[in-house]
Nanobody, 123 residues
């Protein structure tokens, strides 16, 4: 069992930056694929970025590629999402998630979830 806790969300103006963190407890997540997903009001949850357990594989959703960077520090059991050039359409509840099998795909590809951290981008 892996417990995940996100932090780092907040209110930022368009063009600004935030860095989200996700810390795992219970079990080390070094063997898990990891992902950041988000859900905006009235929309379905979608994957934003993912990273394989080795760190060599990464995935970015088209709208965030070049602006967001996913990284992980297995020694600290922590994953990050650096978000730059934020846009109002990035406003959502952001979740970190872990998967035994995939680092991208629909939400049901992920086995463990955090509670989410809110990101609000004002125009």
């Amino acid at each position: 069992q892996v417990q995940l806790v996100e932090s780092g969300g907040g209110l930022v103006q368009a063009g600004g930056s935030l860095r989200l963190s996700c810390t795992a407890s219970g079990r080390t997540f070094s063997g898990y694929n990891l992902g950041w997903l988000r859900q905006a009001p009235g929309k379905e949850r979608e994957i934003v970025a993912g990273m394989s357990w080795s760190g060599f594989g990464t995935y970015y959703e088209d709208s965030v590629r070049g602006r967001f960077t996913i990284s992980r520090d297995n020694a600290k059991n922590t994953m990050y999402l650096q978000m730059n050039s934020l846009k109002p359409e990035d406003t959502a509840l952001y979740y970190c998630a872990a998967s035994r099998s995939k680092y991208y795909g629909p939400p049901d590809a992920f086995d463990y979830w955090g509670q989410g951290t809110q990101v609000t981008v004002s125009s």
